[in-house]
């Protein structure tokens, strides 16, 4: 797929546990590790949104976009 999601790199650099930013996400470890595999089809703008959110980054810091 193209979109590559580096949710796990801000995670890391912003030292939180997927069982901390799921709990303050209010979705389950399971759904959270999901996107942070980029196996998930879509995101709604409202989860995205709360990501920024709770990592206090920019949609682009967590998305990126390379041609196949």
């Not at 799921?22 to 990501?51: D, P, Y």
């Amino acid at each position: 797929m193209p979109i590559i999601v580096n949710l796990d790199v801000v995670m890391a650099q912003r030292k939180i546990r997927s069982k901390d930013l799921a709990h303050q996400l209010g979705i389950t470890e399971a759904n959270l590790s999901i996107l942070k595999t980029g196996k998930a089809k879509a995101m709604r703008f409202t989860t995205l949104e709360a990501l920024c959110e709770a990592l206090e980054c920019q949609p682009g810091d967590l998305l990126e976009y390379t041609k196949s």
